[in-house]
């Protein structure tokens, strides 16, 4: 059973951990302990230990930026085991909180060109390539930021989850 609870400074070994093993330094953004650290604490963002079966299998980090009218982003999602649908119910799980809870209107994220696993999972869960006209281009980058070299932007909007994203559990 995948679950999320909220991150705290004690998951910071962990979250740090992973995201520094030899084969993610490449995959996936690196953070210091003390940007991590904010995440946790800041109202703002939101800060994710995605458990499988009670223990820690990987984080999701995202930014409330509804207020700017930008949605939900998810800035970091990453897993320890891959292949094994975690991902995926572990963003399931975030997307019923941030269309249910939050009642964000659209959840976005940036993705590598090259990261085919990713993409399958993003557009599995119904997200689609965007390419933002200037003004929401600019409102996203400003609120959250754009998406780097080689990566492009993929959006959900809220009419097109169904909640809850529990019926995606085996
Ligand atoms: C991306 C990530 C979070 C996905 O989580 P996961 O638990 O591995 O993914 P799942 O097992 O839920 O799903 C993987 C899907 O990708 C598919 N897949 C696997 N390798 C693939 C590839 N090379 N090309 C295309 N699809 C691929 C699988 O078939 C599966 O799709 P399905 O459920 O429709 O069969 C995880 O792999 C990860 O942490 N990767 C490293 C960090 C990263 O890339 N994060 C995202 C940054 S945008």
Known sequence: MVT??????ADLPFVTGLERRDDHVAAIG????????AAIQSPKREHWIIEFDGFPAG?????????EGAGVY???LLVSEKDKG???LALARYLD???????????WLTVREGNS????VYRRLGFHRLDAAPELD???STAAEAPAAGAFRMLLKASDWDLPGASLQP
Do not use: C, M, N
């Not at 984080?59 to 207020?67: E, G, K, Q, W």
């Not at 696993?117 to 399958?120: F, N």
């Open 4 to 9: 999320l609870r909220p991150s705290t400074a």
């Open 30 to 37: 690196q953070w210091t302990d003390l940007e991590h650290l």
């Open 59 to 67: 984080y999701l980090i995202a930014f409330d930026a509804r207020a």
């Open 74 to 76: 998810v800035k970091r």
């Open 86 to 88: 975690i991902g995926t």
């Open 97 to 107: 909180h941030a269309f249910g809870d939050l009642g964000a209107r659209f959840t």
């Open 117 to 120: 696993r990713a993409q399958a």
């Open 138 to 140: 600019r409102r996203l």
